[in-house]
T-cell receptor, first 112, second 109 residues
């Protein structure tokens, strides 16, 4: 069955360290997204991609970067982790512009 | 600006009916989504409305009024497993999703 997986599921790191969260989907979807979810906020878009070599900034992109070298993967990198980046991160993919999103199980990141 | 409003929390009784409202303001409109999210899990798709009216899918129905910027999710014959957060999201003219903060639904026996 097609799926979308994230790793690691839980990570604790220190301020200033570089962190990469992996996202891998086997749906063969062109569209991939990274969101963060914090209490009291809706899902907030960090970065998104509509295909290989395409990346775009979302509403909360500062301090994050992504790359899309193939259809299946969209890794999210925190260049220098900050305590404000403590959050649950969800990767998602969709087939088309208005297609439903399929979410990964989430990665809980704690920055100390 | 773009905005989604939905109640923070609702409580209902097992076997009853509950309606979760959502109002939205977006730059353009390409549809309204509802997702269900159990605690500690990923959101999962429930429904999509782009035309006015009611869409029924088993115990769940979703309604849209584009002129009023309003949608609701109706859950019938509530079960304990329906305890979850329900996320409303509107798609703007750039096909970007604007998310509400979610409504936590508590089901009591």
């Amino acid at each position: 069955d097609a799926e979308i997986t994230q790793s690691p599921r839980h990570k604790i790191t220190e301020t200033g360290r570089q962190v990469t969260l992996a996202c891998h989907q086997t749906w063969n979807h062109n569209n991939m997204f990274w969101y963060r979810q914090d209490l009291g906020h809706g899902l907030r878009l960090i970065h998104y991609s509509y295909g290989v070599q395409d990346t775009n900034k979302g509403e909360v992109s500062d301090g994050y970067s992504v790359s899309r070298s193939n259809t299946e993967d969209l890794p999210l990198t925190l260049e220098s982790a900050a305590s404000s980046q403590t959050s649950v991160y969800f990767c998602a993919s969709s087939k088309g512009d208005a297609g439903e999103l399929f979410f990964g199980e989430g990665s809980r990141l704690t920055v100390l | 600006g773009q905005n989604i409003d939905q109640p923070t929390e609702m409580t209902a009784t097992e076997g009853a009916i509950v309606q979760i409202n959502c109002t939205y303001q977006t730059s353009g409109f390409n549809g309204l989504f509802w997702y269900q999210q159990h605690a500690g899990e990923a959101p999962t798709f429930l429904s999509y409305n782009v035309l006015d009216g009611l869409e029924e899918k088993g115990r769940f129905s979703s309604f849209l009024s584009r002129s009023k910027g309003y949608s609701y999710l109706l859950l019938k014959e509530l079960q304990m497993k329906d305890s979850a957060s329900y996320l409303c999201a509107a798609m703007d003219s750039n096909y970007q999703l604007i998310w509400g903060a979610g409504t936590k639904l508590i089901i009591k026996p």
